[in-house]
Nanobody
């Protein structure tokens, strides 16, 4: 059973940075694309970054140039470096496979104060 354990969230001032980590249990981590998602207060979960098996990345315009996703296959870990944070980045952040088709972890809360 694959499990996702997110960490690294917290309270930060606008313009600040955070680095999120997600440890993935189970085998075959290196064989699938992974995504970071977020659920802002009162809104639906949305995809904010993806990374393929060969390291290709993709971002929506809302975070492009500010967020960077990376992965360490040896550590079964995916990271999200978030810079120039804005209050609208406030959300619970989750990781999952690219298609969000596995059980979700608890997520990690990111709060950006203006």
């Amino acid at each position: 059973q694959v499990q996702f354990v997110e960490s690294g969230g917290g309270l930060v001032q606008a313009g600040g940075s955070l680095r999120l980590s997600c440890v993935v249990s189970g085998n075959n981590f290196r064989l699938y694309a992974v995504g970071w998602y977020r659920r802002p207060p009162g809104k639906e979960r949305e995809l904010v970054a993806t990374i393929g098996t060969a390291g290709s990345t993709n971002y929506p315009d809302s975070v492009k140039g500010r967020f960077t996703i990376s992965r360490d296959n040896g550590q079964n870990t995916v990271y999200l470096q978030m810079n120039s944070l804005k209050p609208e980045d406030t959300a619970i952040y989750y990781c999952n496979r690219r298609w969000g088709d596995l059980p979700w972890g608890q997520g990690t809360q990111v709060t950006v104060a203006s």
